[in-house]
């Protein structure tokens, strides 16, 4: 079985952690004063663990494999020299008058570091550097204010944003092996990312989605994302294997317990920390079942989710939570084979958008296909191509190729 299994040291151990965590992560309400910065002070002692060297599967090469590597090509042929990826273009008009998402962004730069690694081609992770050094260049720290450090985008510190960038940093290290781009200490960066996760933890488990830095500080206690809490559950895990730390462990486990009590949704975030959560630890009766919950609300929807007018974006991101529970199965030695059928219906309707092939009957000629071959396009209603619709599919279908191996060897 592939992955690090690392085990907490006993029952009372865990019983200190989560009682230093609750002396250093104050969880009173920053809304409570609007002048009150977000609180919490970052544990520097819990632990001195030994450097940990990632654990990845091998996949061998196959069109499926193929199609995810001319998903990075496009990534790389649209990058711009400053580091910026592309992020939506209607390659009918070449139009690019969107306005980007750099949590998306710093998303789809982690995927590049995916392709790197099993294509086993530095210039993914040559790309995904430059993009990495534009992209951290938003994260801001004031110690006086708040703590930690955060995604600065859009007038605002959103969640999601510096949980993805713990999971750029976590795919680079997956790639390379180390942390060091230039000046910055990548490692240092994420556990400064995480806790400033920690600090928007609400006192009854959930998390605040937006902070502002700006004058005293202050959460968005009405800002709501879907998948901010299951993308910062991952970061957290990630952060757990990225350093050996329990604590960071402990925190995820306290935040996955809260998250069990939450109604299902196709949370493709939530399915990746499940599937660490099995391969680096344990996971429980109550986290099997509600792993099988949001697979299940995934099938259901299929007719509806496969109708042409859907876009491939959405479907992406059923093939990675799908991909994501069929290992979390296979490591918890649960039934998986189930799974299998349904990953490869969504795929297959995604590969239908990656130009130079579409479902609309289109002709791409060799210009177009020179310029824009690789990239997924939404619908045949919408012939663009953004960046998180690649970023969805290179990760899930890496997912699923993983998940083949593992249960192929």
Known sequence: MAGSKFKLAGVAVLVILTAAAALMFSRK????????????????????????????????????????????????????????????????????????????????????????????????????DLALDQYLELLVSDPKRFTGICLYTNGNCPLGGSALAVDAIYKRWQATGNFTLGNRDLL???????????????????????????????????????????????????????????????????????????PVTEDHWH??????????????????????????????????SLNPVNTSISTATKVESLAALAQTFYYSNEEYEWLDSEIRTFITFVRARQLPDNDCNWDIGAEMQDIFGGGIFSNCDEPSIRVDGLQHYINGVTTYLEFQELINK
């Not at 998306?104 to 992770?125: E, H």
């Not at 830095?213 to 910062?232: I, K, L």
């Not at 599937?275 to 007719?303: E, W």
Request: charged share 15%; net charge negative.
């Open 271 to 304: 399915s990746y920390a499940l599937n660490m959560f099995a391969r680096l630890d344990t996971i429980s009766p109550a986290d099997k079942n509600y792993s099988k919950q949001i697979a299940d609300t995934i099938i259901a929807g299929q007719v509806r």
């Open 29 to 128: 309400d920053p809304s409570e004063n609007i002048n009150a910065p977000v609180q919490g002070t970052p544990a520097e002692s819990i632990s001195t663990p030994i450097p940990v060297i990632p654990e990845t599967i091998e996949i061998p090469d196959s069109p499926l494999k193929q199609s995810v590597i001319a998903a990075g090509d496009y990534l790389v042929r649209q990058q711009i020299s400053n580091g910026e990826l592309s992020y939506q273009v209607d390659f009918m008009t070449g139009a690019r008058e969107y306005s980007p998402s750099y949590i998306r962004l710093i998303a789809g730069t982690g995927s590049l570091f995916t392709v790197c690694r099993i294509s086993d081609d530095t210039q993914y992770c040559e790309a995904g």
């Open 188 to 262: 240092n960066t994420a556990k400064n990312l995480g806790y400033f996760i920690l600090s928007m933890r609400k006192p009854e488990g959930g998390f605040y989605h937006s902070y502002d830095p700006h004058y005293g500080g202050t959460v968005d206690a009405d800002y709501f994302v879907t998948y901010f809490p299951g993308e910062s559950l991952l970061a957290l895990m990630e952060l757990y294997e990225m350093t050996g730390n329990v604590f960071w462990l402990a925190q995820a486990q306290d935040i996955n317990a809260y998250m069990l009590t939450q």
